[in-house]
């Protein structure tokens, strides 16, 4: 029901953003060959300041905040950060490499009221690309099914140096078997030059969008035509409808287009929200950042854009994640 409000609240009302992506930490446990997103000497951002940046998102109207990182269970202080976020209205979610969790976690994680949660595994088991593997984390995905009060997604991942596309076959039925919803992502290179899946990838790929479970982060048409090498006719609402918090503190159109707009949260406005809704960034054509695609398309209906922004884009790999 509360997932339904959101929808209705967006459809109705275009001022306040729908969903929020925070960093509390950017330091990771974790090295996957793929990720540019953590380093390895980062501090975790003091819980006072998460508080102020999550008190300003519900400033603006947030629906959705979702935790991201590095790697956000080695924040010492996550769940008071998550009950922050319920206090504000909005459903709270986390993506998570799933390392840390074990029982007593998840429980203060119920406790905390946490909606949803998302894990992210590339392969059955660890290689020099990822050791986000079915084999290491099986047992927490047990853990989970039997402790977890809140709705879990799997995503799977294709292309990007992942060397076993059936491998996202294997992860999405077992996370059916467990009760989770599965959802699966494409990884391309950040310098906008999209490429088609190969064909076992591509097989691998549309096996999986078939058998998935429904959930809120429904909205990935978009996907197919990157995964044949296409690029997306679309109005991005990023700095609007979605937004990037970095540990800094700063907004960004998303993880990979970082300073652009670059403001403060503390000093984002709705005039803010507003201005972005209706400018065009250059990058959308093959932009693959799925959260973002998302939101946007609640929206896709209305409000030509009427002024456009050419972001800086990286060279690095970046991967489509549902659901953050």
């Known amino acids: 029901m509360r997932e339904i409000a ?10 306040h953003p729908v969903m929020a992506q925070i960093i509390p930490m950017r330091y990771c446990n974790l090295s996957c060959a793929y990720c540019n997103e953590y380093d390895k000497v980062s501090e975790p951002v003091p819980l006072e300041e998460m508080v102020r940046r999550i008190d300003h998102l519900g400033r603006l109207g947030t629906s959705i905040i979702t935790i ?24 709270a979610g986390i993506i998570t490499n799933g390392y840390l969790l074990n029982q007593e976690r998840i429980e203060r994680l119920n406790r905390a009221g946490l909606d949803h949660m998302q894990i992210s595994i590339d392969n059955v088991d660890p290689d020099d690309v990822s050791k986000k593997s079915l084999k290491v984390l099986d047992k927490k995905l047990q853990m989970l099914a039997q402790f977890a009060e809140f709705h879990v997604n ?24 467990l009760g989770f919803t599965s959802t699966i992502g494409i990884i391309h290179d950040g310098d906008g030059q999209l490429k088609p899946l190969k064909p076992d990838e591509a097989r691998v790929y549309f096996e999986m969008r078939r058998m998935r479970k429904r959930n809120y982060s429904r909205f990935n048409q978009f996907q197919e ?20 918090i970095c540990e800094d503190g700063l907004v960004h159109y998303c993880s990979q287009q970082r300073g652009s707009p670059g403001i403060p949260i503390a000093d984002y ?28 398309h609640i929206d896709h209906w209305r409000a030509p854009q009427t002024s456009t922004v050419s972001p800086g884009s990286g060279g690095e790999l970046v991967q489509i994640q549902s659901g953050g």
């Open 6 to 15: 959101i929808v209705g609240r967006a459809l109705a009302s275009t001022s």
């Open 68 to 91: 991201s990182g590095g790697e956000p269970l080695t924040h010492p202080q996550l769940d008071d950060v998550i009950r922050r976020m319920r206090k504000t209205g909005a459903l």
């Open 154 to 177: 799997i995503n799977s991942v294709v292309g990007g140096g992942i060397r076993n596309p059936n491998d996202a076959l294997v992860i999405g039925r077992r996370a059916l078997e």
């Open 225 to 244: 035509a990157i995964a044949q090498g296409r690029p997306n006719d679309w109005r991005c609402r990023a700095g609007s409808r979605y937004l990037y």
């Open 269 to 296: 406005t709705r005039e803010h929200v507003k201005r972005e809704f209706l400018t065009a960034k250059s990058c959308a054509p093959n932009c693959t950042i799925s959260c973002v695609h998302q939101v946007s």
